[in-house]
């Protein structure tokens, strides 16, 4: 799969872009950039595949394969980023002053993607340019995933998992596994 070079529209988002998508491989989160929503219920078919996990570059891959249009001619919005799984869904918005002069077009916008099931994020420039301005709105976001309480049971079966890796290599080693269950079946 050939990697296309991104074009971001703002310099906000080429320094979160980077940051989100960590924060999402993290969780285990499809995780999309500038994500168009339709205002018909027909095109959301891309949002509806990610909730059953699928990946949003493959679901791209088999579009452009199959000459399916990912792009519409009528009204839609376009949403900074995504995170769905988990059963969350999140919309982060990245605003400056600039680009958001609408606050009405905003609350919009926010209404038709809480209609869709979104949780919708807005940071604003002031959060997110400085280093440390940066690092404090990223621990602020790592932080309300982690309270989701889908995710709190996600991390929680990671750990079962892991503990459970962890003692059948320290107790089950090939030999024991074998001796083990020759004695069960004995």
């Known amino acids: 799969m050939n990697q ?7 310099v906000l988002e080429e320094l979160m872009y980077p940051e989100i998508k960590k924060i999402a491989e993290a969780f285990e989160l499809n995780f999309t950039y500038q994500e168009a929503f339709c205002l ?3 095109c959301d078919w891309i949002a509806e595949k990610m909730e059953d996990g699928a990946d949003y570059n493959d679901l791209l891959d088999w ?6 249009s ?9 949403v900074d980023f995504t995170l769905i799984g988990h059963g969350i869904k999140i919309a982060i918005e990245l605003d400056s002053k600039e680009w958001h002069t ?16 979104f949780i919708v994020w807005r940071f604003f420039s002031n959060e ?14 790592v932080k309300d995933i982690e309270n989701f309480e889908s995710v ?31 004695k069960s079946f004995a």
């Open 128 to 141: 997110l340019f400085g280093i440390k301005n940066r690092q404090r709105t990223i621990k602020r976001i």
């Open 70 to 78: 990912t792009t519409y001619t009528y009204e839609k919005y376009r």
């Open 4 to 10: 296309k070079k991104i074009e971001f529209e703002s």
């Open 152 to 182: 709190k049971i996600w991390k929680e079966s990671i750990e079962k998992k892991r503990m459970l890796r962890y003692w059948i290599s320290k107790f089950l080693t090939p030999h024991k596994v074998e001796k083990h269950a020759s």
């Open 63 to 68: 579009a452009d394969q199959n000459e399916v």
């Open 40 to 42: 018909t219920e027909d």
């Open 102 to 117: 609408d606050e009405e077009a905003d609350k919009v916008k926010d209404d038709f993607l809480k209609e869709r099931g």
